[in-house]
């Protein structure tokens, strides 16, 4: 089955920017989208289609895929970004989730 | 405005069955796919099924295939996830998401939790 592979953690000081990465076999090929979950809450959509970004998503928050890796970058990280970051793609019409990217601003 | 509500989770023993309800509102229900999509507690998100808007196509996890089944009532807004021979990893919040007109997961329930436990 279809795999896709996220760092387990990642830390940024408010301001700065920081880039979460998405592997997977030929990842480029597939639309990536990446979802925020903070606990207790229900996950929101920050970017599809690789780097579209919904309504009312802030601008800080791009995307890119290209050969095997997606990215997710968070430009000037605010403390409201901390949260887990997931990416996910299809695969002949079944939902892929990675394991997820826990962001940590300090 | 797009709203997803989620019910129907609760306590349930080992091999027992649950069925969760998506009641949606705030658009046209009929044209959208909707999904399924659990959290384990600790753990991270994972799809669980998907059906399309008239019922025709449906899709499931390996781990779920053949003891759930997923199903819509467009008259009444509504999706339902049927959940048979439940086991102790099926214990998850369940979230129901919409399938917006570029593939993405556009919106999404609150959630129901689901605790499989004798």
């Not at chain 1, 601008?59 to 605010?78: K, Y």
């Not at chain 2, 658009?27 to 998100?45: C, D, E, I, M, N």
């Not at chain 2, 819509?72 to 439940?86: A, H």
């Amino acid at each position: 089955s279809y795999e896709l592979t996220q760092s387990p953690s990642v830390s940024v000081s408010p301001g700065q920017t920081v880039s979460i990465t998405c592997s997977g076999d030929d990842l480029g090929d597939k639309f990536v989208s990446w979802y925020q979950k903070r606990p207790g809450q229900s996950p929101i959509l920050v970017i599809y289609q690789d780097n579209k970004r919904p309504s009312g998503i802030p601008e800080r928050f791009s995307g890119s895929n290209s050969g095997n890796t997606a990215t997710l970058t968070i430009s000037g990280t605010q403390t409201m970004d901390e949260a887990d970051y997931y990416c996910q793609a299809w695969d002949r019409s079944t939902g892929v989730f990675g394991a997820g990217t826990k962001v940590t601003v300090l | 405005e797009v709203h997803l509500a989620e019910s129907g989770g609760g306590l349930v023993q080992p091999g027992g069955s649950l069925r969760l309800s998506c009641a949606a509102s705030g658009f046209t229900f009929s044209r959208y796919w909707v999904h399924w999509v659990r959290q384990a507690p600790g753990k991270g998100l994972v799809w669980v099924s998907r059906i399309d808007s008239d019922e025709s196509n449906t899709r499931y996890a390996d781990s779920v295939k053949g003891r759930f089944t997923i199903s819509r009532d467009n008259d009444k807004d509504t999706v339902y996830l049927q959940m048979n021979s439940l086991r102790a990893d099926d214990t998850a919040v369940y979230y129901c998401a919409r399938e917006g007109d570029s593939d993405q997961l556009d919106h999404w329930g609150q959630g129901t939790l689901v605790t499989v436990s004798s």
